[in-house]
């Protein structure tokens, strides 16, 4: 009987670190962002420069128009490398 709690414990045990795990999974997303501030080399805004992100894996750069404090953002970029 011994050996059959001992593997039920090992079975618990298991199930446990398992179920640890699935919120790291339904937490990662399938999309980034980038935002910042455009500005000039005195450190002034740049308020209307439009901001480009392209990829090899997009049909369309992504693009954004900074505020009126240079700040822009672009959302709902899939993961990759972009220029």
Same mark, same amino acid.
């Given at each position: 009987?011994? &050996?059959y709690r =001992?593997?039920?414990?090992?079975?618990?045990i298991?199930?446990?670190a398992l179920?640890?795990g @699935? +919120?790291? @999974?339904f937490a990662?997303?399938g999309a980034g962002?980038? &935002?910042?501030?455009v &500005?000039?080399?005195q450190?002034?805004?740049? +308020?209307g @420069?439009t @901001?480009?992100?392209?990829s +090899?894996?997009?049909?369309? +750069?992504?693009a954004?128009v900074?505020?009126?404090e240079?700040?822009? =953002?672009?959302?709902?970029l899939?993961p990759g490398?972009y220029?």
């Amino acid at each position: 009987m011994n &050996r059959y709690r =001992r593997i039920a414990s090992n079975l618990a045990i298991v199930g446990l670190a398992l179920a640890a795990g @699935v +919120p790291a @999974v339904f937490a990662q997303t399938g999309a980034g962002s980038l &935002r910042g501030y455009v &500005r000039d080399e005195q450190g002034g805004a740049l +308020p209307g @420069v439009t @901001v480009t992100a392209t990829s +090899p894996e997009m049909i369309q +750069p992504a693009a954004a128009v900074a505020d009126g404090e240079g700040y822009y =953002r672009l959302i709902n970029l899939a993961p990759g490398t972009y220029t």
